[in-house]
């Protein structure tokens, strides 16, 4: 399985709009942080965690050329705004694009993307996206790989990280449950939001998100959905060995039994 970070960045993006502080005028391209995604390329298929509003620059600048289903985590803007941007692939492919989210996310996607179920594409007039929206909160087969929900706290929301094999997803919380641990034991490659040195009441901050990686002790950590008060090449050096700070565009390629 090959993993692409398409975006590492908070809800603002990095640059933030209107600011001069040092990250968002940083000549480090690492420091440019799209909002956070994941491109994950198995068993010949493209996969997508989340559709940011950056999708549309995200895909291009990765060439992704085909889209096979979608993984959302949680329905804020910064996660799905950008679906809108898959309706090239549904032309091409000529197919609906199969999309997983819990109940509480797919309620609110069908809310907010009403005319791309692909139930209402006799409703369609023109250029839509078209997706096939299934409700999950129980593993469940894609394409030959077990996919693991793995529920997270994102302040008082209940939201969705993913399990594949021995890669873990787990962006915007701000805690995880006893039985959400014991499902990320033993893990290749753990992907966890972190969002600035400070605390904030929907985010675990670099300490909390460190102290959690070195409980759980995956192989490799990445820390991702950064805002812009942390510079990646500061950061990189203080984190404890075997923790990375992700930024955009990053690959990694392992393997991912089942
Ligand atoms: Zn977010
Ligand atoms: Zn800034
Ligand atoms: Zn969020």
Same mark, same amino acid.
Request: aromatic share 6%; with cysteine; charged share 20%.
């Given at each position: 399985m090959k993993i692409t970070f398409l975006g590492t960045g908070t809800s603002t993006g990095v640059p933030a709009v209107v600011c001069d502080c040092p990250v968002c005028k940083s000549d480090d391209p690492r420091d440019k942080r799209f909002r956070s995604s994941v491109w994950l390329s198995f068993? $010949?298929?493209? %996969? #997508?965690?989340?559709?940011? !509003?950056?999708l549309r620059s995200q895909v291009l600048n990765n060439n992704i050329r085909r889209l096979d289903a979608i993984l959302f985590t949680h329905a804020h803007?910064? /996660?799905?705004f950008g679906l809108d941007d898959i309706r090239r692939f549904c032309m091409l492919q000529k197919a609906a694009v199969p999309c997983y989210a819990d109940p509480q996310c797919a309620a609110d996607i069908r809310r907010v993307f009403s005319y791309a179920l692909v139930e209402? *594409? /006799? &409703?369609?007039?023109?250029?839509?996206?078209?997706?096939?929206? /299934?409700? @999950?909160?129980? !593993?469940?087969?894609?394409? $030959?790989?077990? @996919?693991? !929900?793995?529920?997270?706290?994102h302040s008082a929301e209940r939201i969705l990280g993913y399990r594949l094999g021995g890669f873990a997803y787990c962006t915007d919380c701000s805690a995880i449950e006893p039985e959400s641990l014991a499902g990320l034991r033993?893990?290749? %490659?753990? %992907? &966890? $939001? *972190?969002l600035r040195p400070r605390p904030h009441p929907a985010h675990f901050s670099i300490e909390q998100a460190v102290k959690v990686i070195e409980? #759980?002790?995956?192989?490799?950590?990445?820390?991702?959905h950064l805002g812009h008060s942390v510079r990646h090449e500061q950061l990189s050096m203080e984190l404890p060995e075997g923790i990375e700070v992700a930024h955009d565009g990053l690959s990694i390629d392992m393997d991912c039994p089942a």
């Open positions: 068993a $010949g298929r493209s %996969v #997508l965690i989340d559709t940011t !509003p950056d803007a910064d /996660h799905i209402n *594409a /006799h &409703l369609q007039k023109s250029f839509c996206p078209l997706i096939d929206l /299934h409700d @999950i909160d129980e !593993p469940f087969d894609l394409f $030959g790989q077990t @996919i693991q !929900p793995i529920p997270l706290r033993g893990l290749e %490659v753990l %992907v &966890l $939001g *972190a409980g #759980l002790a995956p192989k490799r950590a990445f820390l991702t």
